[in-house]
């Protein structure tokens, strides 16, 4: 069964660091990708950052040169470095996976095209 669950979301001022993890069972080796997704009410989720197994990523403008997504294949586990926090960033943030397949052969930050959520974990930074 495949499955991902966050961890390590938290309260921290503006420009300080969290640093999130996910721990992801049952994806086929080499053939899957994993993002970051976040949302705030009224709001449609947002893909932050993705890796795919290659080690490919992929960056939301609003994130670059601030976030920084990485994968320890040996665990199977998907991390989301976040540093130089803005209350901008405060929100709730997922992890989601899916198998490449016919239909979804590439990476994308389209949560559509995941098949696998997590349940969530908060994000909040004040000024």
């Known amino acids: 069964e495949e499955q991902v669950v966050e961890s390590g979301g938290g309260s921290v001022q503006g420009g300080g660091s969290l640093r999130l993890s996910c721990a992801a069972s049952?994806?086929?080796?080499?053939?899957?990708?994993m993002a970051w997704f976040r949302q705030t009410p009224g709001k449609e989720r947002e893909g932050i950052a993705n890796i795919d197994n290659d080690g490919h990523t992929t960056y939301a403008d609003a994130v670059k040169g601030r976030f920084t997504i990485s994968k320890d294949n040996t665990k199977n586990t998907l991390l989301l470095q976040m540093n130089n926090l803005e209350p901008e960033d405060t929100g709730m943030y997922y992890c989601?996976?899916?198998?490449?397949?016919?239909?979804?052969?590439?990476?994308?930050?389209?949560?559509?095209?995941?098949?696998?959520w997590g349940q969530g974990t908060q994000v909040t930074v004040s000024s």
């Open positions: 049952g994806y086929t080796t080499g053939r899957s990708c």
């Open positions: 989601a996976a899916h198998d490449f397949s016919s239909t979804v052969p590439i990476c994308t930050l389209i949560p559509p095209d995941f098949t696998d």
